[in-house]
Each structure stands twice: as structure tokens, then as C-alpha cells.
């Protein structure tokens, strides 16, 4: 019998993908995180949920990629562009399957609030694949709960740019990788987490 935990301050997510369309991005990677603002980075990166997805199959789902976001990652150093050959690609229905079961495990429900990075672009993508490839199930939050982080950080910091000042030397301290799904929910995190607790 699953144990529920109670409900998280956040869930966080984010995609890879080889297209800057949403509506029929092709998606390489899938990271979310969940918990409290009170958690570490290193906490979150273990009870976090990551899967690389196999692209074959995609196109069924009407999901393509762009060549210009496929050039880009090629042209990225062989850390980054490794997500295209992973080794341990799952098909995107298994990755789907997986989050939700992975949410149901951490107490994410509809009344957890969800902070994504331009919610048109990974919210557009998630409700699509779920439509598109899920057919029979619902999404494990509510879209009523969805917060823009770079709304945050300008409100948070009095900047246009959609970011905390400062994040580089953060995201080196914590360690974090460069266009990796689950650390870039981290950097979200990261950013956004002093209105809730303190300052990083």
C-alpha cells in the first residue's frame, strides 16, 4: 500500500525538447522536483524525478523536432549534447506513467502551487503530451495553480529580466549542470525560494 506524504510547499518541472514549439515540441528530457523551501538542492536532486525519452515513436503523437533546435544542440559541448545518444531513454508514455506515479509518492495534488519558467512554453508542452499521449489521464496537479517564476523574479528583484541577480555564483556553488531538466528546476528553486524562507 502507497504511503502518501503530505502535501509539498512546490512542485517544479521542466522540458528538453528539439523544437521551440510547444504545441509539437518533440521532448529529449523530463525533470521535476517537489518538496519543501526548507530543502537543499542535494535533497531535492535525490527524491527528484528525471527521465531521458526516446524520440522514436513521437511523430505518432504529432510531436516533431526543428532543425535549428536540433543544430543547437549539437553544437553543445559533449556534456550537454550526450542527452541525444542516453543510454537509458524510456518511451514518452513510460516517462508520463512515471511522473504521475512519482507525484502521487510525494503528496502532490491539485492544491499544490506549480512554479515553471514561462508557463506557455512547459505548461503548453505537458497539457499536449498528456492530451496527445494519455489520453485516459488527468494531470496529478490543477492549472489553477500555475506561477510564472521570471514574473516572480522581476516582482522579487525589480528587474526586467526575468532573473535573480546574482544566480551564476549560486548555481556554481550548488553545483548545478547546464540545460539538464532536473537542474533547471533547481535554478528555479533557487531563485524564487528566499520569499519563502531566506535569502540564498
Same mark, same amino acid.
Given at each position: 500500500?502507497?504511503?502518501?506524504?503530505?502535501?509539498?510547499?512546490?512542485?517544479?518541472?521542466?522540458?528538453?525538447?528539439?523544437?521551440?514549439?510547444?504545441?509539437?515540441?518533440?521532448?529529449?528530457?523530463?525533470?521535476?522536483?517537489?518538496?519543501?523551501?526548507?530543502?537543499?538542492?542535494?535533497?531535492?536532486?535525490?527524491?527528484?524525478?528525471?527521465?531521458?525519452?526516446?524520440?522514436?515513436?513521437?511523430?505518432?503523437?504529432?510531436?516533431?523536432?526543428?532543425?535549428?533546435?536540433?543544430?543547437?544542440?549539437?553544437?553543445?559541448?559533449?556534456? /550537454?549534447? #550526450?542527452?541525444? $545518444?542516453?543510454?537509458?531513454?524510456? &518511451?514518452?508514455?513510460?516517462?508520463? !506513467?512515471?511522473f *504521475?506515479?512519482?507525484?502521487?509518492?510525494?503528496? /502532490?495534488? #491539485?492544491?499544490? $502551487?506549480?512554479?515553471?519558467?514561462? &508557463?506557455?512554453?512547459?505548461?503548453? !508542452?505537458?497539457? *499536449?503530451?498528456?492530451?496527445?499521449?494519455?489520453?485516459?489521464?488527468?494531470?496529478?496537479?490543477s492549472?489553477?495553480?500555475?506561477?510564472?517564476?521570471?514574473?516572480?523574479?522581476?516582482?522579487?528583484?525589480?528587474?526586467?529580466?526575468?532573473?535573480?541577480?546574482?544566480?551564476q555564483?549560486?548555481?556554481?556553488?550548488?553545483?548545478?549542470?547546464?540545460?539538464?531538466?532536473?537542474e533547471?528546476?533547481?535554478?528555479?528553486?533557487?531563485?524564487?525560494?528566499?520569499?519563502?524562507?531566506?535569502?540564498?
Open positions: 500500500m502507497t504511503t502518501l506524504k503530505p502535501q509539498p510547499d512546490f512542485l517544479i518541472f521542466d522540458f528538453e525538447t528539439l523544437s521551440h514549439r510547444p504545441q509539437d515540441a518533440m521532448v529529449v528530457s523530463f525533470g521535476a522536483i517537489t518538496g519543501k523551501w526548507s530543502d537543499t538542492c542535494q535533497e531535492l536532486r535525490e527524491k527528484g524525478y528525471y527521465r531521458n525519452i526516446d524520440t522514436k515513436g513521437q511523430k505518432e503523437y504529432g510531436l516533431f523536432p526543428t532543425e535549428q533546435v536540433v543544430q543547437w544542440w549539437k553544437k553543445q559541448p559533449s556534456e /550537454v549534447s #550526450s542527452i541525444l $545518444t542516453a543510454s537509458d531513454k524510456v &518511451p514518452l508514455i513510460e516517462a508520463l !506513467i512515471g *504521475n506515479e512519482w507525484c502521487l509518492r510525494q503528496g /502532490v495534488d #491539485s492544491n499544490t $502551487t506549480v512554479w515553471i519558467r514561462a &508557463p506557455h512554453f512547459d505548461f503548453t !508542452i505537458i497539457n *499536449n503530451l498528456y492530451e496527445k499521449a494519455m489520453q485516459t489521464e488527468k494531470l496529478p496537479f492549472h489553477w495553480m500555475v506561477r510564472d517564476t521570471r514574473t516572480a523574479c522581476d516582482i522579487l528583484y525589480k528587474t526586467k529580466s526575468g532573473y535573480a541577480p546574482n544566480t555564483s549560486v548555481f556554481d556553488r550548488e553545483g548545478i549542470i547546464q540545460h539538464n531538466a532536473l533547471d528546476c533547481l535554478k528555479e528553486f533557487l531563485q524564487i525560494r528566499p520569499y519563502f524562507l531566506k535569502p540564498i
